[in-house]
């Protein structure tokens, strides 16, 4: 009886935990990643897909494994999964002027540590926002990831304020 106990949720069951394991990126128990698709106006979306045609094939030595959906907007590398999304809407942790930032090979970000151990950067300063999420797993690797993506980001995202 035991093992019943950890069997798969019903998918209502996994309602609740959809937006966590989304923006978390976490796997399933299939080993698929997920991560919410942003819904940027047209300008950004041409961006981010700009974005998409340049970015690396592999990140922190991690090959691409793009999540689910399948999006221009989103990719991923590895697992535990490093996952990128573009279009994203401008946290407002950019408003408080004592907020952690970073600069990589002439790239900015925002930098948030999250309650689960992982890590959320955000570009600042581009004409589209694009957040890169490293899982705790993967956050002892330092800025490898962001060192990878910048060249793809200054390609694709030019600087200047997001609307």
Same mark, same amino acid.
């Not at 923006?23 to 299939?30: E, K």
């Not at 997920?34 to 961006?47: D, E, F, R």
């Not at 309650?115 to 600042?124: A, E, H, K, L, P």
């Not at 797993?137 to 060192?147: I, K």
């Given at each position: ?44 979306? !041409?961006?981010?897909? +700009?974005?998409?045609?340049? $970015?690396?094939? *592999?990140? @922190? =030595?991690?090959?691409? #494994? ?34 952690? !930032?970073?600069?990589? +090979?002439?790239?900015?970000? $925002?930098?948030? *540590?999250? @309650? =689960?151990?992982?890590? #959320? ?43």
């Amino acid at each position: 009886m035991n093992s019943l106990r950890h069997r798969r949720r019903s998918v209502l069951g996994l309602s609740v935990l959809a937006p966590l394991i989304i923006v978390a990126g976490c796997s399933s128990a299939d080993d698929s990643v997920s991560a919410a698709v942003p819904s940027p106006g047209a300008k950004v979306t !041409g961006l981010c897909r +700009n974005l998409d045609k340049v $970015l690396p094939s *592999k990140v @922190d =030595d991690q090959g691409r #494994r793009d999540p689910e959906p399948a999006s221009a907007l989103t990719a991923g590398w590895g697992n535990p999964a490093i996952i990128l999304r573009c279009g994203v809407v401008r946290p407002a942790k950019m408003n408080d002027p004592e907020a952690d !930032g970073v600069e990589v +090979n002439g790239v900015g970000w $925002l930098l948030q *540590k999250e @309650d =689960d151990g992982s890590f #959320r950067f955000t570009t600042t300063l581009r004409k589209a926002y694009v957040e890169v999420t490293i899982p705790k797993d993967r956050t002892g690797d330092g800025m490898a990831p962001l060192v990878d993506l910048a060249k793809s980001v200054k390609k694709a995202i030019p600087e200047g304020i997001a609307d």
